[in-house]
């Protein structure tokens, strides 16, 4: 019967559910049709496999050929299914062994020579044949991606010819060695520090107290005072990635159309997006969707610099994927969910104008128009408000004492990230209201105290959890079993967007 099965994984946002390639040769006038809800570059595989096949030496069968992509109702996009289909084609027509087909999964876009050309997104593939325990063989470009999963039983081809000769048992296929030698640490370059920025102790201490707790945190100040120098310089204070969360990341950057580099494996991302960007280019989405910037930041920092010349429709758009670390897309072809754990910096001025003190240009009406570009609801996402002021009169020009530099302060905040990690699992800002019960440590005294403060101010449910947050980092970077009164205030002092707004509405 001259009928072949050959196994594909299609692309599903992070996921690669397993596609059957079934090819059927009948008698009757020659016809080539794909079934199975193929997409048009899906359809297109029909001429290159056909070109492939004749110019690689091989007999393209004069009969009806029907190729089923199946399961039915899986959508199927791009040109990661021309391999197994002509490889399906050969095995129907007993050019190579159907034996050689079981447990292997076969994945490439076929050039009309032959060759077997580079294909996007094959991260999760490589994932998922793993999981199954299976061979899988993909172009010979794409060896970065399966060097970083380290997966011993995947090879590569480079044409139609070396790989039928090693389905026939006449060759062999390179592979990668499964021993992960590059993730050994290496010689890094000179990474920006934070003795580097003059003065701004209180906005250095709060980037400490974020990078420890992994709390949002959003820097006020004119223009030049340096708040985008000091969120630049977060990166080097957090501890790099484990190879599970690193290989989460590199899945949404393959998705993405990203490489991550092996050196840069377990490094966390660092995106930043310009304010003219998208609600979908940010949240992620299209037609076919694909990640946004806040599932590339997964696992790292979204740094959202002059943040109030976003739109607000936009920013409304992060609400609720800071809440639950991941992002819903719906459109009618797919539901596809994609990870978005990610520590939000932001950095805006106060005022139009740069200045909300005496020598504004701008009113009070102006200022408050300006700074109502942020909602409500979005503001009560951060933990920590700083204000960045500008330098005292002499500091530039004074020689100044540097202050304690990056290897330092990241030492203290992989010690109170271990604390959190021991203790409870997670890092401070994941609590839930009934955890933080639980592990704040806090007298009912204090919890009382805080809630006058927090009626004073004016503020909601969510800031007096996420007070409570912020001092429990507090007290663990200091080292302290449990947070007092004391590190309340000092939470309570993070908070320059309420006392702006507060003075703002007494004028």
């Not at 096949?53 to 399961?71: D, K, M, Q």
């Not at 580079?118 to 899988?136: E, F, M, N, S, V």
């Not at 940010?282 to 997964?298: K, W």
Request: charged share 20%; with cysteine.
């Amino acid at each position: 019967m001259a009928i072949a099965c050959v196994t594909t994984r299609a692309s599903a946002g992070v996921e690669a559910p397993e596609v059957k390639v079934e090819v059927h040769l009948s008698n009757g006038l020659p016809a080539f049709n794909l079934v199975g809800l193929p997409e048009a570059s899906v359809k297109e595989a029909r001429e290159r496999v056909r070109s492939a096949l004749i110019n690689a030496g091989f007999e393209f069968p004069t009969r009806r050929i029907t190729v089923n992509l199946a399961p039915a109702d899986l959508p199927k996009q791009g040109g990661r299914y021309d391999l197994p289909i002509a490889i399906g084609i050969l095995a129907a027509s007993g050019q190579v062994p159907l034996q050689s087909l079981k447990e292997m999964e076969f994945i490439g876009e076929l050039a009309l020579s032959g060759h077997i050309r580079y294909c996007q997104g094959l991260l999760p593939a490589i994932l998922a044949a793993k999981r199954q325990g299976h061979g899988l063989i993909m172009p010979l470009d794409n060896r970065h991606d399966a060097e970083l999963v380290g997966y011993g039983a995947v090879r590569f081809a480079a044409h139609l010819q070396n790989l039928t000769a090693c389905l026939q048992g006449q060759a062999r296929l390179p592979g990668i060695s499964s021993r992960l030698e590059w993730l050994t640490p290496e010689p890094q370059a000179p990474q920006p520090c934070l003795s580097e920025v003059l003065g701004q102790y209180q906005a250095k201490q709060a980037l400490e107290i974020a990078a420890a707790g992994n709390h949002n945190l959003l820097m006020l100040g004119p223009p030049g005072t340096g708040k985008t120098m000091l969120a630049s310089r977060i990166m080097p204070l957090l501890p790099q990635l484990n190879y599970d969360e690193a290989l989460e990341v590199a899945a949404l950057h393959s998705v993405a159309g990203l490489d991550i580099k092996p050196e840069d494996f377990l490094r966390r991302p660092f995106r930043s997006p310009h304010h003219t960007s998208s609600a979908i280019s940010l949240v992620g989405g299209g037609s076919i969707p694909r990640p946004g910037e806040i599932s590339l930041a997964h696992r790292g920092v979204l740094f959202l610099d002059e943040i109030a010349e976003f739109p607000r429709k936009v920013l409304d758009c992060l609400r609720e994927p800071m809440e639950t670390g991941e992002v819903v897309i719906s459109r009618a072809a797919a539901k596809l969910t994609f990870a978005s754990r990610f520590q939000l910096i932001a950095a805006m001025n106060p005022s139009p104008c740069g200045d909300a003190d005496s020598q504004s240009r701008a009113t009070p009406e102006q200022i408050q128009r300006y700074l109502a570009r942020l909602s409500g609801p979005f503001l009560d996402r951060f933990d920590l408000t700083i204000e960045v002021p500008r330098l005292p009169q002499g500091t530039l020009t004074q020689t100044a004492q540097l202050g304690e530099n990056s290897q330092v302060i990241a030492a203290r905040v992989k010690r109170a990230r271990d604390i959190q990690l021991g203790r409870q699992g997670m890092l401070n800002a994941e609590l839930s209201g009934t955890q933080l019960k639980q592990f704040s440590g806090l007298s009912e005294a204090d919890l009382l105290f805080l809630e006058q403060s927090v009626v004073k101010l004016g503020l909601s449910v969510r800031s007096f959890h996420r007070l409570q947050r912020v001092a429990r980092t507090i007290a663990d970077l200091q080292q302290e079993p449990r947070a007092q009164r004391s590190h309340l205030a000092q939470a309570l002092g993070y908070r320059a967007m309420d006392r702006l707004l507060a003075r703002l509405a007494q004028q």
